[in-house]
């Protein structure tokens, strides 16, 4: 199985500033993925974030919101750009291990934007 | 299109078996997921079937999957007080994971 950490756990922001949050995996895997989770909802795929390459886009997500990168196996950041109180979520990382078969989730950024 | 349906909420007693349903809509998914999660934590994965199982065990967990209907369970045997969380069907088609709106499991005692 992957261990996956994110960083930071939980953050509080003013409207208009941009966070980063950090994706870590213990071992290399061949997707990761981020998804938003918001208040009492399910979990809504973001992108795909492609190694060395731009990330594929849900619609209704747009690069120039939510950047990303990828740079190697085991790493990816999620930017939330130019915030604002709607999205306040949590903001979880996904990775496959052997195989797409095994999916695992960070513990998730929460995120509240004032 | 792509739809995964759940009930939203299950009350059980302690010991009682629970069985949370899930129904999907795409014919072409691969695997089927569980995953539990616990207030203010991330997701876990309990456990996945391939589309060309019927039937998975792990332990307490039964997973049964009738694929000309659609439809996913999964059923906790001897359930426990720290078996309350919310439920989530996934299913991975199209190269992403497509989520239910979770079925929140209350187990008094």
């Known amino acids: 199985s992957a261990v996956i950490s994110q960083k930071p756990s939980r953050d509080i922001c003013q409207r208009g500033t941009s966070l980063t949050i950090q994706c870590q995996v213990d071992?290399?895997?061949?997707?990761m993925f981020w998804y938003r989770q918001q208040p009492g909802q399910s979990l809504t795929l973001i992108a795909t974030a492609n190694q060395g390459s731009e990330a594929t886009y849900e619609s209704g997500f747009v690069i120039d919101k939510f950047p990303i990168s990828r740079p190697n196996l085991t790493f990816s950041t999620l930017t939330v750009s130019n915030m604002s109180p709607e999205d306040s979520s949590i903001y979880l990382c996904s990775g496959s291990g052997q195989g797409a078969a095994e999916q695992y989730f960070g513990p998730g950024t929460r995120l509240t934007v004032t | 299109g792509e739809d995964v349906e759940q009930s939203l909420f299950l009350s059980v007693r302690e010991g009682d078996s629970s069985v949370i349903n899930c129904t999907y809509t795409?014919?072409?998914?691969?695997?089927l997921y569980w995953y539990k999660q616990e207030p203010g934590a991330g997701l876990q994965l309990l456990t996945y079937i391939f589309s060309n199982m019927d039937m998975k065990q792990d332990q307490r967990l039964t997973v049964l999957l009738n694929k000309k209907d659609k439809h996913l369970s999964l059923r906790i045997a001897d359930t426990q007080t720290g078996d309350s969380a919310i439920y989530f069907c996934?299913?991975?088609?199209?190269?992403?994971?497509?989520f239910g709106q979770g079925t929140e499991l209350s187990v008094k005692p």
């Open positions: 071992s290399q895997v061949t997707m």
């Open positions: 996934a299913e991975w088609t199209g190269g992403k994971l497509i």
């Open positions: 795409d014919s072409s998914s691969t695997y």
